[in-house]
């Protein structure tokens, strides 16, 4: 097991979940007068819905990295990590702010996502 992912799966997962948290109770009531209140929810959840579960793709990329000779399983890691930062984090911010444009990171943020699960296959390949 790499014990750095697994401490990067701790706190992504920490985060995802008070993330989470706020969204369901701090920002439902700063965002639920506004006409793009019920949008910005959304985003939110999903935003940390992901972040959740890519948190614990980290996770089985820490024990993944134990069993095979290959960077394999840290690239998936450093990709779910991007793919977090872009992907949720976009959501995030236009949640937040309501800046629309920001959905054009959005998508980068899913492919870094796509192809940390595809390193992770080819890392599962090595067993």
Not at 31 to 37: I, M, P, T
Not at 68 to 76: G, I, T
Not at 105 to 110: A, D, E, F, H, K
Request: charged content about 10%; proline content about 2%.
């Amino acid at each position: 097991m790499n014990r750095s992912l697994l401490i990067l799966c701790a706190v992504l997962g920490f985060t995802g979940v008070a993330f989470g948290a706020f969204g369901a109770h701090g920002l439902k009531t700063s965002v639920e007068g506004l006409a793009d209140g019920a949008q910005r929810l959304a985003w939110w959840e999903t935003g940390s819905r992901y972040h959740l579960w890519h948190a614990l793709a980290v996770g089985l990329a820490a024990v993944l990295a134990g069993q095979v000779q290959s960077s394999l399983p840290k690239v998936a890691a450093a990709l779910f990590l991007a793919g977090i930062v872009l992907f949720s984090g976009s959501l995030y911010v236009m949640a937040l702010s309501g800046i629309r444009w920001l959905g054009a990171v959005t998508p980068i943020g899913g492919i870094s996502l796509l192809l940390g699960w595809t390193f992770l296959g080819l890392a599962g390949r090595r067993l």
